[in-house]
Structures are given as structure tokens and as C-alpha cells.
């Protein structure tokens, strides 16, 4: 009789699902679903807040649409998701499993993303320094925290457990009344010592940190517990791996050998590579510095260049036109208008507008925002436009991460994965065309559900 592993990844806009039979290690049935839980911001201070019960709905429905008479012989269950972000809960009450076959939130703030923008650079300069090679950024759930201590710190009083939002759904499932988190996601909340796997207690203590709100950090890779209750058919008991990083999922999924780079671009994007073994990241934060050093399995390491800048660049032009058309009285659904945009792009082979897009900041260089150069009456069409705005998407990222760079590391050939490459045919051909001295391939099912699910196959 076929077993499987449910692979699931919370990701910024999306919930995947997955059904990965544990002796092939193929999928056999997946699901995904858009989220549509971000919250409008209407206070002026840049935050980016989703509907944490809007996004638990939706992970429900994605398991409802998965083959029941799999999902009865699940024998693992695996989560990664969305990184840096911070949800907040009530130990014991962050959940209602009144309906006995799923759960749903209960007792939650909202999630605080890693798009939030509240701690701006005045707000960071003022916190300690942190015992990490890893920089701190705005988004990072440590720095939101600090902002919650000095802003409003009574919002913090009506919580007891912290965690990102796969942390608490992995929490849920197995009844923990505290956090437990890999080192994945502890070190994208900043104030964590990757080389010790140790938070930086005295210096946040000295602060006047929460430290009860820190979570307790155990081995990626590692089982955290079983589920407390049957869940959509999945019998209690079952065992739950600790929550991993999208990122380190999504380049587990896809990458075959250490001459692999994997290039990712989804909401935001990445290029990344493994470091070779026995690598050790610098001992305090290269603020400076493009590519930063994320923590992998086994005390590994990735280089990450990172940018804040992907797909959701192409969603913002979408919706800024989409938003023209309206005022003028016009108006076309989005999925028609990206169709077209892409069309006209592909007749135009390339275009000597330059787009700098960069609209959101790096954190390497946050005030380094978006611009349009080399503007001339022949380059105002949309199919210009959008050649030159998905060139500079790939631009800006080769420029943190060179091709020349991955060379000169032995690297041979990029993988390309993520859902905004998936669907952008013009996309792939500026990777290709950045790439031209190495070998570009595009990954089956190269994503953080399969990844996730792959880890738990192979390491327990």
C-alpha cells in the first residue's frame, strides 16, 4: 500500500499543497489557491498585514481538494513558507478545533509580513547590534517586535507565543503551547546566531525584549511533534516536521548537484547557490553587501542575493495600469492584461529603455529606488515597456549576484523556478540572455511544497 507526505508551503500570496508517494518520490496530487489576504493600509506607516484567518481558510480548502483516499495515508506532514514575517497567539487558544476536522484561527493578531515597512532606517539605527552575520532589515520579526515594544506596547500584552505563520500552523496541528522554529526562519527574524543556533538573549534582554516571545530553535530537517487531532482525514498522531524556509525548500526541490545555481522568482526573487563545506559567514553583519548567507541544512549554508524586487514588480505595473484604465473609463481583468503585456513584449526582441526597478528598495541599499532612463518617443510602446521592465528585473538581480561570479565559483548551470518565471515567457528569455555562457534549465516542480515534502522523504 502507497504512503505519502503532505508538502505545504504558506507562501506571500499563495498556498500550495502537495502529495508526494513516499517510495517514488513523485507527486501525485497538488493544489494551489491564492490567498487574497492582504489587508489595506490605511494609517500611513507602510505596514503589510494579511488575514490570518483568511489565509488558514484557504489552507483548509487546498487540503479539502486534495484525494481523500490519499490524504488517509499520510504518514508525514511538512511545512515552509513565507520568511521574517512575525503572527502573534495565545498559547493553548490560537485555534478552534470545534468542527473536529480542521481548525481554524482563533486568538491571532494579524500577519505582519516581510514587506512591512514600519521600521524605517531612524527606527533600526536605534536598535542594539545583533551577534549575527545577518543584517537587520525592516519586515524581520525580532525588528517588528522592538516596534511594537516602543509603539504599542500593549499589543504585545494580549499575546503569549510568537512565530512566523507556517511556525503557528505547524504549532496547531500538534497542540504545542510554545513556538518551535528551525534555524531557517530564526535567522530571518534577525537577533539569531546561526553558527551557535542560539538567539542573542543578553543583548535583547538588555533591550528590554520579550525574550518569552522567542522561540524555542531545534534542527532543520526535524520532527517537532504529532498531530493532536485527525485533520481532514490525516489520522492524529501523525508526525509534523519542524516549519522550513520557502527559499530553502524551493532550492531543495530543484537543486542536483553543487554546480547548480537556483534562480527563483515568484513575489520577490532570489539567486542562490550552496556554499562548499565547512564554510563559516563572516562574523558580523556585511550591511553593505548584496549577497547575504542563509542557513541551509546541516549546518550548510546558501549565498542568497536577494531582491525585494520580482514578480511583484510586475503585479505593480499590472495594477497601475489596470487603475489608468479605470480613471479613463476602461477597464480589463488582470490575467487578460498580463496575456497581452507579455504578447506585445515577445515582438520585441529587446529595447533600449532602461528600467531600474528597484520601486521597493534592497535591503542592501533601501533607499535606492526605482527609475526610467533613455526615454525617447520610438520606446513608449507597451511591448518596449515591458521588455525593458522585465530585463531590469533580471538586470538588478545579476547585478547583486554576476554571472561572471557563479562562474568563477565553479557553478555551471542555472535553474530557473517560481511562479512569475513559470508563466513569463520574456522573463526567461532575459535569463537566458544574462546567462548565455551557462546552461539554463527550468526545474520540475521546483517549488517549496515538493521541497519541503522531499526533506521529510529523505532525512527522517
Given at each position: 500500500m502507497s504512503t505519502y507526505i503532505l508538502g505545504i508551503d504558506l507562501g506571500t500570496t499563495s498556498i500550495k499543497t502537495v502529495l508526494l508517494e513516499f517510495s517514488s518520490r513523485t507527486v501525485v496530487a497538488s493544489y494551489s489557491m491564492q490567498t487574497s489576504s492582504d489587508i489595506e493600509d490605511n494609517s500611513g506607516t507602510k505596514t503589510r498585514e494579511q488575514d490570518t484567518g483568511r489565509i488558514i481558510d484557504t489552507l483548509n480548502q487546498c487540503i479539502q481538494k486534495l484525494p481523500a483516499n490519499k490524504l488517509k495515508h499520510v504518514t508525514r506532514i511538512g511545512l515552509s513558507g513565507q520568511m521574517h514575517g512575525v503572527l502573534f497567539w495565545k498559547a493553548q487558544s490560537g485555534c478552534d478545533w470545534s468542527s473536529r476536522n480542521f481548525f481554524i484561527a482563533k486568538e491571532t493578531s494579524q500577519l505582519i509580513t516581510w514587506q512591512d515597512g514600519r521600521s524605517?532606517?531612524?527606527?533600526?539605527?536605534?536598535?542594539?547590534?545583533?551577534?549575527?552575520?545577518?543584517?537587520?532589515?525592516?519586515?524581520?520579526?525580532c525588528v517588528t517586535i522592538f516596534w511594537f515594544l516602543k509603539y504599542r506596547p500593549k499589543f504585545l500584552e494580549g499575546f503569549t507565543v510568537?512565530?512566523?505563520?507556517?511556525?503557528?500552523?505547524?504549532?496547531?496541528?500538534c497542540g504545542l503551547e510554545r513556538c518551535v522554529m528551525t534555524p531557517q526562519n530564526a535567522g530571518s527574524w534577525g537577533y539569531f546566531n546561526t553558527s551557535t543556533s542560539q538567539w542573542n538573549v543578553e543583548i535583547l534582554e538588555a533591550a528590554g525584549f520579550p525574550i518569552h516571545l522567542l522561540p524555542q530553535c531545534i534542527p532543520s530537517?526535524?520532527?517537532?511533534?504529532?498531530?493532536?487531532?485527525?485533520?481532514?482525514?490525516?489520522?492524529?498522531?501523525?508526525?509534523?516536521?519542524?516549519?522550513?524556509?520557502?527559499?530553502?525548500?524551493?532550492?531543495?526541490?530543484?537543486?542536483?548537484?553543487?554546480?547548480?545555481?537556483?534562480?527563483?522568482?515568484?513575489?520577490?526573487?532570489?539567486?542562490?547557490?550552496?556554499?562548499?563545506?565547512?564554510?563559516t559567514p563572516p562574523s558580523s553583519p556585511q550591511s553593505d553587501s548584496p549577497i547575504s548567507?542563509?542557513?541551509?541544512?546541516e549546518s550548510s549554508y546558501l549565498a542568497v542575493a536577494a531582491s525585494l524586487n520580482g514578480g511583484n514588480i510586475l503585479a505593480t505595473f499590472v495594477d497601475t495600469l489596470m487603475k489608468w484604465m479605470s480613471e479613463l473609463g476602461s477597464e480589463l481583468p488582470e490575467s487578460s492584461i498580463y496575456e497581452k503585456l507579455i504578447g506585445r513584449a515577445l515582438t520585441q526582441n529587446a529595447s533600449d529603455l532602461n528600467v531600474l526597478p528597484t520601486i521597493l528598495g534592497e535591503r542592501h541599499s533601501p533607499l535606492s529606488l526605482g527609475q526610467v532612463t533613455n526615454i525617447s518617443p520610438s520606446n513608449l510602446s507597451l511591448g518596449h515597456v515591458t521588455r525593458a521592465l522585465c530585463h531590469g528585473i533580471i538586470s538588478n538581480l545579476t547585478s547583486m549576484m554576476p554571472a561572471a561570479y557563479l562562474q568563477k565559483a565553479g557553478l555551471t548551470t542555472v535553474v530557473g523556478s517560481g511562479t512569475a518565471l513559470a508563466r513569463n515567457q520574456v522573463l526567461r528569455q532575459e535569463v537566458e540572455r544574462a546567462f548565455s555562457q551557462m546552461s539554463v534549465v527550468y526545474g520540475q516542480n521546483a517549488d517549496s511544497a515538493v521541497g519541503v515534502a522531499m526533506v521529510l522523504c529523505d532525512r527522517l
Open positions: 524605517d532606517d531612524d527606527f533600526l539605527s536605534t536598535l542594539p547590534k545583533p551577534d549575527s552575520h545577518l543584517s537587520l532589515a525592516t519586515g524581520f520579526g510568537a512565530g512566523t505563520i507556517q511556525d503557528y500552523v505547524v504549532s496547531m496541528l530537517g526535524m520532527l517537532v511533534g504529532r498531530t493532536c487531532m485527525d485533520w481532514h482525514g490525516i489520522g492524529a498522531g501523525t508526525p509534523v516536521g519542524a516549519a522550513l524556509g520557502d527559499l530553502q525548500c524551493s532550492v531543495y526541490s530543484c537543486m542536483r548537484t553543487s554546480t547548480d545555481a537556483v534562480l527563483n522568482i515568484s513575489t520577490s526573487a532570489q539567486l542562490t547557490h550552496a556554499m562548499p563545506v565547512g564554510f548567507y542563509f542557513p541551509y541544512f
